[in-house]
């Protein structure tokens, strides 16, 4: 058993004696990113290919000078379609490593989990440099979300940060939002005091 470290044994200043100070969020390593379809988990893909319906979501994860963060980490929780979670999946995880800095998810757009909540996708945002991860939601241009109990806590000039916008491509439907960490156009985070996805 390794000796037992004790105040008078360092050269710390009294009181200086305690737990190690908290790290910051990050780096991340490409195992986490690969998740084998036996564990649950499909990577940025979160729902198999013969899926109808499938989306993409992009963007990129911006600091306060608008330049991009090029080793941000992003999962998503959601429901599917039918506005139920866990059926296939509903988890996902990306990065911005890669030459355009861009998170990529292909998914499909849930459905309404209740009357009172839009179509939304729930987002955990970490980066090196964060003493704790972000969480955040991102809605759709093209659903009407008057009616979400969330985003209508949310003052109207700042719910556009929130809000993807559908594009086409070769593809098919893709929506882009970018996450903005700071200065006029930043993006709500919410504080979620257990962190726990609603999951009616």
């Known amino acids: 058993m390794p000796p037992t470290l004790k105040p008078e044994d360092t050269n710390l200043p009294d009181g200086g004696f305690g737990p190690s100070p908290s790290q910051t969020v ?3 390593f490409h195992q986490g990113l690969v998740l084998p379809e036996d564990q649950g988990g499909l990577g940025n893909r979160l729902f198999p290919a013969q899926t109808t319906g499938r989306i993409e979501l992009r963007g990129r994860v911006l600091d306060a000078d608008g330049e991009s963060i090029p080793d941000a980490l992003i999962e998503i929780w959601q429901a599917n379609a039918a ?3 866990g059926d296939p999946a509903g988890f996902g995880r990306s990065d911005t490593r890669n030459a355009g800095h861009e998170f990529v998810f292909q998914t499909v757009k849930p459905g309404r989990v209740s009357p009172d909540m839009a179509p939304h996708l729930q987002v955990w945002l970490g980066m090196r440099g964060l003493l704790t991860h972000l969480l955040t939601r991102v809605y759709f241009a093209d659903e ?4 979400d109990v969330v985003l209508a806590a949310v003052p109207q000039a700042r719910r556009s940060t929130l809000t993807a916008v559908r594009e086409e491509d070769e593809t098919g439907a893709v929506y882009r939002l970018d ?4 200065g006029p156009e930043e993006t709500v985070f919410f ?3 257990d962190a726990t996805p609603v999951t009616p």
């Open 179 to 182: 996450f903005q960490m700071g």
């Open 144 to 147: 009407d979300n008057s009616g």
């Open 83 to 85: 506005g139920q979670y």
């Open 26 to 28: 990050g780096p991340y």
């Open 191 to 193: 504080f979620v005091p």
